[in-house]
Structures are given as C-alpha cells and as structure tokens.
C-alpha cells in the first residue's frame, strides 16, 4: 500500500545529496582510449551532377572487367606490414571515424573525382580513419555493387591508403566501409626515400 505522505520529489532530492556526499572528493579517471560508441552525424551527401552534364558512365563492357562481387560480400585489404592488431581494430569499428562520405546515387565517374577531393580534404586536415558509404547496389541495373566493386579497386591502387574493410552492421555493414588513411608525413618520407 502507498505511503500517502510520500513525496517521489523529495525522495529523489535526497538520493542525489547522498550520492554527492559519497562522491565528494572523487575525480574522474583519465582515459587515453577512443570511446567504443558514439552517436554520430547522418551523412550528408554530396551533390549530384545534372544529368545532361553527367551521362552514365558504366557500359557492360566495364562491369564485365571487373571481378565478380556479391552485394553482402565483405571488403577487406590491408598493405604489407601493417599490424595484425590495427587491422582488426579497425575491423571491429574501434578506430575512431573522423570523417564520412555518401557516394550514393553517384555515377562511377564523379564518384571516383569526389573520392578524390574527399582523400585530398583528408590529408590537408590529417585525418586518418574515415567511413564511405557506398551502398549494397540494390539499385543498380546490373544488379550488382557497382560502386563497391570500383571503390575497391581504387583505394588498393591509391598508396596512400593503408587497410580498409566492410564497415560494422551498426555503421552499415556491407554497404560501407571502413578506410585507414597514412600519415601524410609518412607519405612524404616515402617519396623522398624514392628519389
């Protein structure tokens, strides 16, 4: 039976001073970690070209040339000698993403040109771990991943790309992925020992 005199208020102002109480004299513990989760910003997609400025790019021919691709096949590829505990980090969706971009929608031509402004905006402002969403390509023609299978091909042509992966499902499973970027001061180093 209810207590009538009871007052949930006051009851919740006294649980709160006790607690204060408890707690006065502690401090938090620093952490070095990156957080396991955050809510993070919707994507906002980058513009589309009209279509009498961007015709479709992608004829048979092309999609023939690449390799055979699943929608719920899994990306994943890293460079030589980078260590078997960052890949799997960043597999697990435990580095922390900086930036992301939606290619969604985009034909393969400005698809490819805005990954490149995207890559360029990234090394000016030292970011190292992104999210491109590139969908699972249901709305394709072919009925394949179009975009995925380019992306794919494209971050292991580019050096400055160290590992990438499907993303999360949290982070869009296997219509994202995951992309480690190198160190533009390590990008630098390796030209230079090049000449």
């Not at 021919?61 to 980090?89: S, T």
């Not at 402002?125 to 072919?142: D, E, L, P, T, W």
Request: glycine residues 8%.
């Amino acid at each position: 039976m209810a207590d009538p005199d009871h007052n949930p208020e006051e009851t919740a102002e006294d649980d709160f001073a006790l607690f204060r109480q408890e707690m006065q004299g502690a401090r938090p513990l620093d952490q070095d970690r990156v957080r396991p989760w955050k809510k993070r910003k919707p994507p906002i997609p980058m513009g589309h070209l009209p279509p009498e400025k961007d015709p479709a790019l992608v004829h048979e021919r092309d999609l023939r040339a690449l390799p055979a691709m699943e929608a719920g096949e899994e990306l994943g590829y890293r460079r030589p000698g980078l260590q078997d505990r960052v890949f799997q980090d960043l597999r697990r969706g435990r580095i922390e993403i900086e930036e992301e971009l939606d290619l969604h929608g985009l034909t393969v031509r400005y698809a490819r040109e805005v990954l490149g402004e995207f890559f360029d905006f990234c090394h000016r402002h030292r970011i190292r771990c992104v999210r491109i969403i590139h969908g699972k390509g249901a709305g394709s023609q072919s009925g394949q991943p179009v975009l995925k299978q380019f992306l794919k091909l494209w971050l292991e042509e580019r050096e400055d790309i160290l590992a990438f992966c499907s993303a999360t499902s949290r982070d869009g499973g296997t219509g994202a992925a995951y992309v480690l970027l190198r160190s533009p001061e390590r990008m630098q180093k390796k030209r230079q020992r090049r000449r």
